[in-house]
């Protein structure tokens, strides 16, 4: 008796800490672990950023980080000082959080970020920015503000390898320093892969040097339909390698999406023999024209592989992402059934029907990004048919724990980003702030050995309707704020109250870094 007494008294203390600390201190998304301490360290002209061996950018980044609003030229220098310093180190001991856990420890005195590894400094250093008053996050200096950090201490880990957003660039073009903006608020919530759909029915959005064509032409709406020339466009290579090493030095992976068999009629504008019809078409906007479109690539034209490694090749050499995503849905199999081609590869290969043939389509794409180092991603259709246990599978068609189940069955790695809980171009009424908050990525009675199949989360924005930075924010904020938590946190750490409490001082956030939000609760 005496035993259980004592587990619920610690247990209650445990809970107090957490309901206290979460009150006190907004860090989105929730630590696994919060002690508090008593007491505060004050940031001032004197503070020492000391750097450990091999974290030298990391010094200066968080120097970047805290300059501008207080004004302190913060010195960086090596181990020795001991008080009024910020120290960043590496930390084998801590292996046992992974590539990406840290600890923070916040005394009077001194500031104590440690990590295994880089990635784990890095997500550290956002909750130290998160501790601080909203106003650090601001470009210029701010006066009369006391640059205090509350005593803290924090072990932190993310519960999901892979949290993410995808953004469609292809229904609507969105330029370079909107897609900086991003990185840097993905970044700020431990939100770690930009996944961006660079080609779809409504254009093609990377260069490829070997096939000019696809961005002289497919890059541009058709001009009957009067389009804003800011709507379309391309990225150029060295455009996109900015933009990699941009987000690299804040933890962010960009992972290409390269959309095949179907969703692929833009390329047809240029090279419609790579169709089964042989169509020269026109770019529309989204709701001008088919939403799904029944030209795809013919399976049965050996030149259609040569083109797509072709481009694959220059996408892998751009992207030292070891993730290449091929799309994979909605792909209509009408004109396969009446291309002769098509047909006759069915025939030589044995198939029973078209859906073997997308398999094979996709698989023999496989084979070729394996061979050059790389890991398949497609949405779910890919499962149609037949699939390897290699491919990743990102789920996305509504929310029943069966299906992920019979994806599981399949022995493949899951990413979630289910119409249910996690498409941002829905309306609010149908997936509100509280909604998304709600998702539990992994299903009550959900095998246990299939869980770890489970990679993470990802929310997708498709910019078919929404297609100004204004409206395109607010259809992503803040309910990606609340994605972080769950793709990070602990369901056990997890609360919709105590979330909304922090969210209010974030909203102050966005404000500050210039991003809409749309609000629920006026």
């Not at 696809?214 to 339909?225: N, R």
């Not at 150029?236 to 987000?247: C, G, K, P, S, V």
Request: proline share 4%.
């Amino acid at each position: 008796m005496k035993a259980i007494f004592s587990f619920l008294l610690s247990l209650f203390y445990v809970t107090t800490i957490f309901a206290q600390t979460d009150l006190e201190y907004n860090i989105i998304p929730q630590p696994n672990k919060i002690t508090r301490i008593e007491g505060s360290f004050k940031l001032n002209s004197s503070t020492v950023i000391v750097a450990g061996k091999g974290l030298e950018f990391r010094a200066r980044q968080l120097n970047n980080y805290l300059e501008p609003a207080t004004g302190y030229d913060i010195k960086i220098e090596g181990p020795g000082k001991s008080t009024n310093i910020i120290e960043i180190l590496l930390n084998g001991k801590l292996d046992y959080l992974g590539e990406e856990g840290y600890k923070l420890e916040i005394y009077q005195e001194k500031i104590k970020i440690e990590s295994a590894h880089e990635m784990g400094i890095f997500w550290g250093i956002q909750t130290l920015r998160q501790l601080l008053p909203n106003d650090i996050l601001r470009d210029a200096k701010i006066n009369n503000v006391k640059w205090q950090i509350p005593c803290i201490q924090i072990v932190d880990t993310p519960r999901f390898k892979w949290r993410g957003l995808m953004i469609d660039y292809s229904r609507t073009f969105w330029n370079k320093q909107l897609t900086k903006k991003y990185i840097d608020v993905l970044s700020f919530y431990k939100m770690n892969r930009l996944h961006m759909h660079l080609t779809d029915d409504q254009g093609w959005r990377i260069e490829i040097k070997k096939y000019p064509e696809l961005t002289q032409i497919a890059s541009k709406f058709d001009t009957i339909f009067h389009e804003p020339e800011e709507r379309e466009g391309y990225y150029t290579q060295t455009d996109l390698r900015e933009l990699i090493t941009y987000a690299q030095e804040r933890n962010v992976e960009i992972v290409p999406e390269i959309e095949m068999p179907g969703h692929s009629s833009e390329v047809f504008s240029v090279y419609p023999d790579l169709s089964c019809k042989g169509d020269t078409l026109t770019i529309h906007p989204f709701f001008k024209g088919p939403n799904i479109h029944k030209e795809i690539f013919c399976a049965g034209n050996d030149f259609t592989f040569q083109f797509l490694e072709d481009v694959l090749s220059e996408v892998i050499n751009i992207f030292p992402s070891e993730y290449i995503h091929i799309g994979g849905d909605e792909a209509p199999k009408d004109f396969w059934k009446e291309c002769e081609k098509c047909q006759q590869r069915i025939k030589d290969l044995g198939l029973l029907e078209e859906d073997e043939l997308q398999s094979w389509f996709i698989k023999r794409i496989e084979t070729f990004l394996t061979k050059n180092g790389k890991k398949m991603i497609g949405w779910d259709e890919i499962i149609e048919g037949g699939l390897s246990e290699e491919a990743i599978v990102m789920y996305w068609r509504s929310w029943k724990k069966e299906v992920p189940s019979l994806v599981a069955e399949h022995g493949n790695p899951m990413i979630l980003s289910p119409t249910s809980h996690c498409y941002f171009d829905y309306t609010y009424k149908d997936i509100s702030t509280e909604k998304v908050y709600s998702f539990n990525p992994v299903p009550e009675g959900f095998e246990k050995r299939n869980r770890d199949k489970i990679l993470g989360i990802q929310a997708n924005f498709w910019s078919h309707i929404n297609r100004i930075e204004p409206e395109m924010d607010r259809q992503i904020f803040p309910r990606m704020i609340a994605l972080s938590e769950v793709g990070w946190s602990q369901e056990t750490n997890r609360n919709w109250e105590n979330f909304g409490i922090r969210l209010k001082q974030h909203i102050k956030s966005l404000k500050i870094m210039d991003i809409y939000y749309f609000n629920e609760y006026k």
